[in-house]
């Protein structure tokens, strides 16, 4: 009788076991399925460090990503459920600093920066 009990907690032990390493291994490779999206991660996900102004969510769902430098640009951003996201710039390329379409993903460090 004890055997079964022993055999049956193994069983929901590793279920359980099982499902945190899913859910480790989501936060750590698509943090925003978890998460959620806000402005503070998309920027510095965009511009690959932190300390930027934050995106500004948009009536139809974008984000407008101002990224300061010279020229400023603005991007406009479109994010996935998976928080992946296609960015395109607002104004007309006038520098060789300014892409047309950045695209990524917001990951971990994006959302826990250290600065």
């Known amino acids: 009788m004890w055997w079964k009990a022993v055999k049956i907690l193994g069983a929901v032990s590793a279920v359980l076991v099982t499902l945190v390493f899913?859910?480790?291994l989501i936060l750590v490779t698509r943090p925003a399925v978890l998460l959620g999206v806000d402005g503070e991660s998309l920027s510095t996900s965009l511009a690959g460090h932190s300390g930027l102004p934050d995106c500004r969510k948009q009536p139809d769902g974008s984000w407008v990503c101002p990224r300061p430098g010279r020229p400023p640009v603005s991007y406009r951003a479109e994010v996935n459920w998976m928080g992946c996201w296609k960015a395109a710039?607002?104004?007309?390329a006038t520098g060789q600093d300014v892409l047309r379409q950045l695209d990524g993903c917001i990951e971990l460090g994006d959302i826990f920066?250290?600065?």
């Open 89 to 92: 710039s607002l104004a007309p």
């Open 22 to 24: 899913i859910v480790i």
């Open 113 to 115: 920066t250290f600065e």
